[in-house]
């Protein structure tokens, strides 16, 4: 590839490159690591606060966009017995602790945890909160899907302490929504908004998406600005994710009806137009939030992190997730456990962990997370303050820099040339105009990634 090469075969480069919410990524790892793995690497936690994540992997009705790890819920027998596991799991794993581990985040993801009773909502939070102690002030957040949402589920919310909940919306036009399965009125969502700040939820992010099938210019920024009379805390504005080989489900969206490359960026950059003219801040490549929003702020600081929920404002260097296909982060490395529900269940009906793979983190891999973890949430590279905290571990990746500096070196240095603004010898960033590219200077770091053959999620 020349020097100089277009926007559009850079956006073609880039949309190989990994989303990078860990490093190495999850497609690299391995039976390497198992339960032993995990349970040694609890054992050995610092007395420091953690995160927490649950995989509630259900939905009332499969939307046909997504490509998580989810099923259909017709009968709620299969979910009662599915949280029996996760309160085992949850017991299990602070059992491994050393003492009783404080969380300062809990974070309930899917599928639809809204699927859940109130009397089931109330019932897993007292197990949680008798397996790990939640600090005075921890952040416990919630996905909702509004067509879920009852009054009834909205109290028993409020009663375990929720305090940010994550919309989805993917779309307000009638049309992209029958096109993706997810039938939601902008009323419905408004009121299972209010409904939620009446009970005292002070943080609200909205998830909307574009690149969606029929959707165009118009439909969109008709869509944004319903979502931006709602004015939510912080928006995650994700690229449609076209990953048929991947989610079968998506087999039912018709390709055809999809926005092409240079749609998908003009429609990226009327969002973001949108939301910074409406007074919210650009955090990162694809979220959006409010000047005195947490995200924002840690954005300003530099203290912008990047795990499986994308960006975030946690500190905690230790993640523990429970449930199917769950992903755990510890300072020892990754562990995840088994992705089939039934393969879970049995793994914890026998009083085991759930864990089926996983990567242990050598020293190359901290230094080279660090500089992409930067690079994704900064939109810069510090040659300086890498050597500063690795010493002469950092020379592959100053090496890797002065490559991408100079242009040199193959895809993607030459790809990139003339689209980093030096800042040092051995420093970098990205100017705004170059930061939907920021996968791909991420890209440049790993060492296990061959982006000519990968096939990561279709975005821009």
Known sequence: MEPNSSSDALRALSRRAPRYTSYPTAPHFTDAVGPQDAARWLAALPDEPVSLYLHIPFCDTLCWFCACRTQGATRHAPVARYLEHLTAEAAHLARLAPGRLRAARMHWGGGS???????????????????????????????????????????????????????????????????INRMQGWEMTRDVIEGLRARGVRGVNIDALYGLPFQTESSLRATLERLIALRPDRVALYGYAHVPWMARRQRAIPAEALPGPAERMAQAALAAELLTAAGYEAVGIDHFALPEDGLARAAREGRLRRNFQGYTDDPHPTLIGMGASAISRAPQGYWQNAAATSEYQNRIGAGALAVARGRALSLDDRVRAHAIERIMCDFRFDGAELRARFG????????????????????????????????????????????????LAAAAFDAYLELGAARHSQVV
Not at 115 to 127: G, H, K, N, Q, Y
Not at 411 to 434: M, N
């Open 113 to 179: 945890p809204t699927v859940l009773t109130p009397d089931e909502i109330e019932s897993l939070a007292a197990a949680l909160r008798a397996a790990f102690e939640l600090t005075d002030d921890a952040e416990i957040a919630v996905e909702i899907d509004p067509r879920d949402m009852t009054p009834e589920r909205l109290d028993a919310f409020a009663r375990i302490g929720l305090n940010r909940a994550s919309i989805g919306v993917q779309d307000f036009d009638p049309v992209v929504q029958k096109a």
């Open 392 to 439: 002469d571990f950092a020379e592959p990746c100053l090496a890797i820099a002065r490559a991408l500096i100079a242009g040199t070196g193959g895809e993607p240095a030459s790809a990139l040339a003339g689209r980093l603004r030096q800042t040092g010898p051995e420093s970098f960033e990205l100017p705004p105009e170059s930061r939907p590219f920021a996968r």
